[in-house]
């Protein structure tokens, strides 16, 4: 329990963002999560790692969808409302994705498992890069 707790911790700390980041970010990445999911518990320190090493520039902005219970549903609808993306994503509720939208149309450019490889999640992220309108 304590390293789901030392994951989530280190993870909301990467995807805290400033105002001034956010305008600056050319693509969102919804990050689907859940406590009971064996595959965000398993790879999530390790992806949350390369997804940062891989955003040195902050260009892709991070929000996590924790779809654990109703109450975490609720709270991260708000911020897919805030993001502009609740409609895109209410279909999208497997976890262990990444989902990467353009900023400004909010278009799906890729999407890529927690449970890849750290290359395969570089490429994901090069490729969400170049997507971007």
């Known amino acids: 329990m304590k390293l789901l707790k030392s994951i989530f911790t280190g993870m ?3 995807l ?3 105002a001034a980041a956010m ?3 050319k693509v969102i990445a919804v990050v689907n999560h859940a406590d009971w999911c064996g595959t965000c518990k398993a790879n999530g320190e390790r992806a949350m790692t390369a ?3 891989n ?3 902050g260009v892709i902005q991070f929000v996590v969808n924790d779809l654990t219970n109703e109450e975490t549903k609720q709270a991260s ?3 897919l409302k805030e993001h502009g993306l609740y ?3 209410e279909a999208k509720r ?5 989902y990467f939208f353009d900023a400004q149309s909010k278009e799906l450019i890729n999407e890529i498992s927690v449970g890849k490889s750290n290359e395969e999640i570089a490429t994901a992220m090069k490729t969400a890069r170049k997507g971007t309108k």
């Not at 497997?94 to 990444?98: F, H, P, R, S």
Request: charged letters at 15%; hydrophobic letters at 50%; aromatic letters at 4%.
């Open 55 to 57: 955003n040195p520039d």
């Open 51 to 53: 997804f940062s090493e």
């Open 23 to 25: 305008s600056q970010a």
């Open 16 to 18: 805290l963002v400033s």
């Open 87 to 89: 409609d895109a994503m």
């Open 12 to 14: 909301a700390v990467m």
């Open 94 to 98: 497997k976890t262990a994705l990444v």
């Open 77 to 79: 609808a708000q911020s």
